[in-house]
């Protein structure tokens, strides 16, 4: 009776009771549902609220659960949306207590009960749950091999476990649908690698990583995606990664090769997914470059050809800077094992210094006529490359300079500006120090065209009726001059020579001239049988051969070496360019060989002709040096390295004032390794040498610490 008292002050009738109680419907007047809670009813309100929604949604699974076939996903999403409905409904009623009594009692909220309860009743019911995983698993199924399925239905399905708490769906559906789906791309994986080669198989990877990706904008959690794009890449690219890139006739090194940029872009872009994919790739592809550079440079038939041994080299490189920015986002990684690879396989061939200053001069001599400016800048720009790479740029450096001087010297230069711009390049990358000698070249011969100027000027008038001379004076320093042995020149050349002479030290105080009549040139007239005349431009040891036939038609070997006293090398090659070059042999040799021997005699070939005015009658010489020209500028270049390591060695010391031999060796190396590598036993000897002249002394105690005294 005291109930139903309280039950009437509160405005409400039996009937409102018993429609809360037996959950027919979930509508209570507003106004009743707060008269409850402010009359201390709320508990009442909200556990006849738990029962009655509870008792009708137990009704709910039980027709869900008899509900057949396809249709079972439809009914579930159509009765979760009415519930949906209807708990907004409640919450509108019941909002007074939602914001009064719940927080006051720290009971769950009417919208979030609701859920609860769907998710307790519904959801994991014994007869639902399994039957819900089993469903949603079987439609991805279906699409993953084919199917169509509805898309929206399922967003709907998925959407319902996400509200319901990301503990649902992740425990409910996203577990299982993980292992699923690792399973099915373990299984799919396996058959792929047998039948497929390298790049179909990552064709297929790739459409599979694509569809799982679309498959989570569809109807999956977003934060799905990094979940399951890591399963696909576990199973499909990391299981069989060593595989894929090792695959005969069609892994990695095969693409390359071949210049499958698509296939290779495919392969980064998949292997960049998985931890160590990138690295795999990098060191297979580090490996293939110094193998192919190996037998680049080991190769006796690729040597013979210094020009063409480095224009491989350049098409390699270009090769694979092709793929690695078409197909490897320009990762500097791969730029960078490029680069230590070609390093490393180029500095195998210790004559790489000396071929690329002969492609240099090739190039600087002929290679570049007719080609523009951007494109000479381009050629000299792949040379400064592979300058870079060099670990002894000192060498080439003396190369270089030679090759220079005869450019210079014979006027067979393409262009000046060009010659310029690889020397400014030169001297960006290597300092002033590195290039100075070589501009120094460059004033000689501006230098040189002044002085002739003047003395044609001053004796021009006296020599009108003599041979006309070229004189280019030479800065002992800065060019690569031996000292030779000045040849016997011809009493017509010599007195003009002496005129020169005297004219330059008349306007020269404290200058000393000395004639490298090894890098001179010559143009003489000759007349031959039936009065036929040609101009030969001849070097100027050839000069001094041929002007010994005004007087004689016969010479010996012999005579001829006692009438010049040309060096017997460059006698013997100034004699072969005359006498054995077809169409130059102005000479004749008996007996007719290839070779010159010392008892071979030469004729004046009065028979020569050429339909030629001017004939151009080159020496016969190697491209490259001779073992012991090579001897001799590694001589050379020794020598010119102790000074160097010297000063560094005292640099060193001077800062520090005392050091330990090891770590004297670390720091040489370092300050020195940008022109050449120093010999750790040259540094120890250059050490003991500056201890002779007490720049340095050894530590009484400790005989590997030096001390430096000032």
Same mark, same amino acid.
């Given at each position: 009776?005291?109930?139903?008292?309280?039950?009437?002050?509160?405005?409400?009738?039996?009937?409102?009771v018993?429609?809360?109680s037996?959950g027919?419907?979930?509508?209570?007047?507003?106004?009743?549902?707060?008269?409850?809670?402010?009359?201390k009813?709320?508990?009442?309100?909200?556990?006849g609220?738990?029962?009655?929604?509870t008792?009708?949604? =137990?009704?709910?699974?039980?027709?869900?659960?008899?509900?057949?076939?396809?249709?079972?996903?439809?009914?579930?999403?159509? +009765?979760?949306?009415?519930?949906?409905?209807?708990?907004q409904?409640?919450?509108? +009623?019941?909002?007074?207590?939602?914001?009064?009594?719940?927080?006051?009692?720290?009971?769950?909220?009417?919208?979030?009960l609701?859920?609860?309860?769907?998710?307790?009743?519904?959801?994991?019911s014994?007869?639902?749950?399994?039957? &819900?995983?089993?469903t949603?698993?079987?439609?991805?199924?279906?699409?993953?091999?084919?199917?169509?399925?509805?898309?929206?239905?399922m967003?709907?399905?998925?959407?319902? $476990?996400?509200? $319901?708490?990301?503990?649902v769906?992740?425990? @409910?559906?996203?577990?299982?649908?993980?292992?699923?789906?690792?399973?099915?791309? #373990?299984?799919?994986?396996?058959?792929?690698?047998?039948?497929? /080669?390298?790049?179909?198989?990552?064709?297929?990877?790739?459409?599979r990583?694509?569809?799982?990706?679309? #498959?989570?904008?569809?109807?999956?959690?977003?934060?799905?995606?990094?979940?399951?794009?890591?399963?696909?890449?576990?199973?499909?690219?990391?299981?069989?990664?060593?595989?894929?890139?090792?695959?005969?006739?069609?892994? &990695?090194v095969?693409?390359?090769?071949? @210049?499958?940029?698509?296939?290779?872009?495919?392969?980064?872009?998949?292997?960049?997914?998985?931890s160590?994919? $990138?690295?795999?790739?990098?060191d297979?592809m580090t490996?293939?470059?110094?193998?192919?550079?190996?037998q680049?440079?080991?190769?006796? %038939?690729?040597?013979?050809?210094p020009?063409?041994?480095?224009?491989?080299?350049?098409?390699?490189?270009? =090769?694979?800077? =092709?793929?690695?920015?078409s197909?490897?986002?320009?990762?500097k990684?791969?730029?960078?094992?490029?680069?230590?690879?070609?390093?490393?396989?180029?500095?195998?061939?210790?004559?790489?210094?000396?071929?690329?200053?002969?492609?240099?001069? /090739?190039?600087l001599?002929?290679?570049?006529?007719?080609?523009? %400016?951007e494109?000479?800048?381009?050629?000299?720009?792949?040379?400064?490359?592979?300058?870079?790479?060099?670990?002894?740029? /000192?060498?080439f450096?003396?190369?270089?300079?030679?090759?220079?001087?005869?450019?210079?010297?014979?006027?067979?230069?393409?262009?000046?500006?060009?010659?310029?711009?690889?020397?400014?390049k030169?001297?960006?990358?290597?300092?002033?120090?590195?290039?100075?000698?070589?501009?120094?070249?460059?004033? /000689?011969?501006?230098?040189?065209?002044?002085?002739?100027?003047? *003395?044609?000027a001053?004796?021009?008038?006296?020599?009108?009726?003599?041979?006309?001379?070229?004189v280019?004076? !030479?800065?002992?320093?800065?060019?690569?001059?031996?000292?030779?042995?000045?040849?016997?020149?011809?009493?017509?050349?010599?007195?003009?020579?002496?005129?020169?002479?005297?004219y330059?030290?008349?306007?020269?105080?404290?200058?000393?001239?000395?004639?490298?009549?090894?890098?001179g040139?010559?143009?003489?007239?000759?007349?031959?049988?039936?009065?036929?005349?040609?101009?030969?431009?001849?070097?100027?040891?050839?000069?001094?051969?041929?002007?010994?036939?005004n007087?004689?038609?016969?010479?010996?070997?012999?005579e001829?070496?006692?009438?010049? %006293?040309?060096?017997?090398? @460059?006698?013997?090659?100034?004699?072969?360019?005359?006498?054995?070059?077809?169409?130059?042999?102005?000479?004749?040799?008996?007996?007719m060989?290839?070779?010159?021997?010392? @008892?071979?005699? *030469?004729?004046?070939?009065?028979?020569f002709?050429?339909? *030629?005015?001017?004939?151009?009658i080159?020496?016969?010489?190697?491209?490259k040096?001779?073992?012991?020209?090579?001897?001799?500028?590694?001589?050379?270049? %020794?020598?010119?390295?102790?000074?160097? +390591?010297e000063a560094?060695?005292?640099?060193?010391?001077?800062?520090?004032?005392?050091?330990?031999?090891?770590?004297i060796v670390?720091e040489?190396?370092?300050?020195?390794?940008?022109?050449?590598?120093?010999n750790?036993?040259v540094?120890?000897?250059?050490?003991?040498?500056?201890?002779e #002249?007490?720049? !340095?002394?050894?530590?009484?105690?400790?005989?590997? !610490?030096?001390?430096?005294l000032?």
């Amino acid at each position: 009776m005291q109930h139903k008292k309280l039950i009437r002050q509160a405005g409400l009738s039996n009937v409102d009771v018993l429609i809360l109680s037996r959950g027919k419907s979930y509508l209570i007047p507003p106004k009743n549902a707060y008269n409850m809670v402010l009359h201390k009813f709320g508990e009442k309100l909200y556990s006849g609220l738990v029962s009655t929604m509870t008792a009708h949604l =137990k009704e709910i699974a039980k027709h869900i659960e008899s509900t057949q076939g396809g249709l079972f996903l439809e009914e579930l999403n159509r +009765i979760w949306a009415e519930h949906n409905k209807a708990l907004q409904m409640i919450r509108d +009623i019941l909002m007074y207590m939602d914001r009064t009594f719940i927080p006051s009692t720290h009971k769950t909220p009417v919208h979030e009960l609701g859920l609860n309860l769907w998710r307790d009743n519904i959801i994991h019911s014994s007869k639902i749950h399994k039957r &819900l995983q089993d469903t949603l698993l079987e439609l991805v199924q279906h699409e993953r091999t084919g199917e169509v399925i509805n898309r929206g239905l399922m967003r709907n399905v998925i959407q319902m $476990l996400m509200d $319901l708490g990301s503990s649902v769906y992740q425990e @409910d559906f996203e577990k299982p649908f993980l292992d699923v789906s690792a399973d099915f791309y #373990r299984l799919e994986s396996q058959q792929y690698i047998e039948c497929c /080669d390298c790049g179909d198989y990552l064709k297929k990877a790739e459409k599979r990583l694509i569809e799982e990706i679309e #498959r989570v904008s569809h109807y999956l959690d977003t934060k799905s995606e990094p979940k399951l794009t890591n399963v696909v890449e576990k199973e499909m690219i990391e299981s069989h990664m060593h595989r894929l890139v090792h695959m005969e006739n069609s892994g &990695l090194v095969n693409m390359i090769v071949n @210049d499958k940029y698509e296939d290779l872009g495919r392969m980064y872009n998949l292997f960049r997914r998985v931890s160590t994919g $990138l690295a795999l790739i990098r060191d297979v592809m580090t490996t293939h470059i110094r193998e192919i550079g190996k037998q680049l440079v080991t190769d006796p %038939e690729k040597l013979k050809d210094p020009v063409d041994f480095v224009q491989r080299l350049l098409d390699e490189k270009d =090769k694979h800077d =092709k793929i690695i920015s078409s197909a490897f986002n320009n990762d500097k990684t791969f730029q960078n094992a490029l680069n230590s690879s070609f390093e490393f396989f180029i500095n195998l061939n210790p004559r790489s210094p000396e071929f690329i200053s002969l492609f240099v001069d /090739d190039k600087l001599r002929k290679g570049l006529k007719g080609v523009t %400016e951007e494109d000479v800048e381009i050629i000299l720009d792949k040379v400064m490359m592979l300058f870079r790479y060099l670990q002894e740029k /000192d060498v080439f450096e003396k190369y270089y300079k030679q090759h220079l001087a005869k450019r210079l010297l014979s006027g067979k230069t393409v262009s000046d500006d060009a010659e310029r711009s690889l020397i400014v390049k030169l001297k960006t990358e290597c300092g002033y120090q590195f290039t100075s000698k070589l501009e120094g070249m460059f004033t /000689d011969m501006k230098t040189s065209q002044d002085t002739m100027q003047g *003395f044609h000027a001053a004796v021009g008038a006296d020599l009108a009726e003599g041979p006309s001379l070229t004189v280019q004076v !030479l800065t002992t320093g800065s060019w690569p001059t031996q000292s030779v042995n000045t040849c016997n020149l011809p009493s017509e050349i010599l007195g003009v020579c002496d005129r020169f002479k005297t004219y330059y030290l008349g306007t020269h105080t404290g200058r000393r001239l000395s004639w490298q009549t090894n890098m001179g040139t010559a143009d003489l007239k000759a007349t031959f049988g039936k009065g036929q005349k040609h101009e030969l431009n001849v070097s100027t040891y050839q000069m001094c051969i041929l002007m010994l036939f005004n007087k004689s038609d016969r010479m010996s070997y012999k005579e001829i070496e006692q009438a010049t %006293e040309i060096p017997a090398s @460059d006698l013997k090659r100034c004699l072969q360019s005359l006498a054995c070059v077809k169409g130059k042999n102005v000479l004749r040799k008996e007996p007719m060989s290839k070779d010159i021997a010392e @008892d071979d005699a *030469f004729y004046f070939n009065d028979k020569f002709s050429s339909k *030629f005015y001017k004939v151009k009658i080159g020496t016969v010489v190697a491209q490259k040096e001779s073992e012991p020209e090579k001897q001799e500028t590694r001589q050379r270049v %020794e020598e010119d390295r102790k000074p160097q +390591i010297e000063a560094a060695i005292v640099r060193i010391m001077k800062s520090r004032r005392v050091l330990d031999h090891n770590n004297i060796v670390a720091e040489v190396t370092k300050q020195l390794q940008s022109r050449f590598l120093p010999n750790p036993v040259v540094i120890k000897k250059r050490i003991e040498s500056l201890i002779e #002249r007490e720049f !340095l002394e050894r530590d009484k105690t400790d005989r590997k !610490l030096y001390r430096y005294l000032a």
